[in-house]
């Protein structure tokens, strides 16, 4: 992600209270045009937590969690996440041109030869 791109993006942190449980949402925060997010601090006792980018979701981060028995609030790692995307191998998704920027097209009808 560029620093001049002013794309937010949101991050998601999902926990589970145990194994057999499905991934519940427990915080959130967005990003600001460099990348660098903030978010609550998540309460709760979990086994696995998880960390997911709205620019690529199938691609979690896998958090630390804290399994002492002294731990009774804050299980998951509250210390600095970094989710690091990847470009695709293919290089940079380039999008369908429509041709509604050439300079040279003419108004009118879109079956009509210019």
């Known amino acids: 992600m560029a620093k001049n791109c002013t794309l937010k993006a949101s991050v998601i942190v999902q926990a589970k209270p145990a194994a057999d449980s499905p991934w519940k949402t427990v915080s ?26 709205s620019l690529d979701p199938s691609k979690p981060t896998a958090l630390w969690i804290a399994n002492s028995e002294s731990v009774t609030e804050e299980s998951v790692a509250n210390d600095f996440i970094f989710v690091l995307l990847q470009s695709s191998p293919e290089g940079p998704v380039k999008m ?16 009509k030869p210019t």
């Open 28 to 53: 959130t925060g967005d990003s600001d045009k460099a990348g660098n997010f903030t978010m609550p601090c998540p309460f709760g006792k979990y086994v696995a937590a998880q960390a997911i980018c």
């Open 96 to 111: 369908k041109d429509c041709g509604c920027a050439a300079p040279s097209r003419q108004a009118g009808c879109p079956h």
